[in-house]
T-cell receptor, first 114, second 112 residues
Framework: EAQVTQNPRYLITVTGKKLTVTCSQN?????MSWYRQDPGLGLRQIYY???????DKGDVPEGYKVSRKEKRNFPLILESPSPNQTSLYFC?????????????FGPGTRLTVT | AQSVTQPDIHITVSEGASLELRCNYS??????LFWYVQSPGQGLQLLLK??????LVQGIKGFEAEFKRSQSSFNLRKPSVHWSDAAEYFC??????????FGIGTKLQVIP
């Protein structure tokens, strides 16, 4: 089954404790992206990657890191989480299609930082 | 700056009534436009997309959207709403090999 998986689905952590949220897709997609969703703000792009070893900042990259060492995986790293990073996070992937990106979304990771 | 705007945060319609959700875009060139739906507790599902060509696009679940360059709009429509359509709807745009921008979403409530 074609899918994007994220782990963990729920995470409660404390300020400053490094964490990683994993994202994996089995569709051989070139493009992968991370978003955060906050009430009243919709989805905002954190980072995206157009292929292995190619990443770029989205609209809200501060406090986050990413890496793309393999095509299927795109982990999101919070080196020192803070309470303002409490949010719902989505990973998405897409193949190149006529120059645009039709994204498939993972189920989401709800992160709480206390 | 490239942006997508959804002016309606919340809309209530009666079951069986028609629906139109508004989306306006601001891009230098014609963007690639999408509508997604998010049911409570779920991820986003693509309803339809516009790349170029025919300005009226058909999607899944009986939805359609019309691209109007003169109005910078890409409104989502459905002729008859079902209770299962209650969800949050997001308009999204992309310039191509670039960032993707989402609107803040429109929550649809369907009343009997």
């Amino acid at each position: 089954e074609a899918q994007v998986t994220q782990n963990p689905r729920y995470l409660i952590t404390v300020t400053g404790k490094k964490l990683t949220v994993t994202c994996s897709q089995n569709m051989n997609h070139e493009y992968m992206s991370w978003y955060r969703q906050d009430p009243g703000l919709g989805l905002r792009q954190i980072y995206y990657s157009m292929n292995v070893e190619v990443t770029d900042k989205g609209d809200v990259p501060e406090g986050y890191k990413v890496s793309r060492k393999e095509k299927r995986n795109f982990p999101l790293i919070l080196e020192s989480p803070s309470p303002n990073q409490t949010s719902l996070y989505f990973c998405a992937s897409s193949s190149f299609l006529r120059g645009a990106y039709e994204q498939y979304f993972g189920p989401g990771t709800r992160l709480t930082v206390t | 700056a490239q942006s997508v705007t959804q002016p309606d945060i919340h809309i209530t319609v009666s079951e069986g009534a028609s629906l139109e959700l508004r989306c306006n875009y601001s891009y230098g060139a014609t963007p690639y436009l999408f509508w997604y739906v998010q049911s409570p507790g779920q991820g986003l599902q693509l309803l339809l997309k516009y790349f170029s060509g025919d300005t009226l696009v058909q999607g899944i679940k009986g939805f359609e959207a019309e691209f109007k360059r003169s109005q910078s709009s890409f409104n989502l429509r459905k002729p008859s709403v079902h209770w299962s359509d209650a969800a949050e709807y997001f308009c999204s745009g992309s310039g191509g090999y670039q960032k993707v921008t989402f609107g803040i979403g429109t929550k649809l409530q369907v009343i009997p």
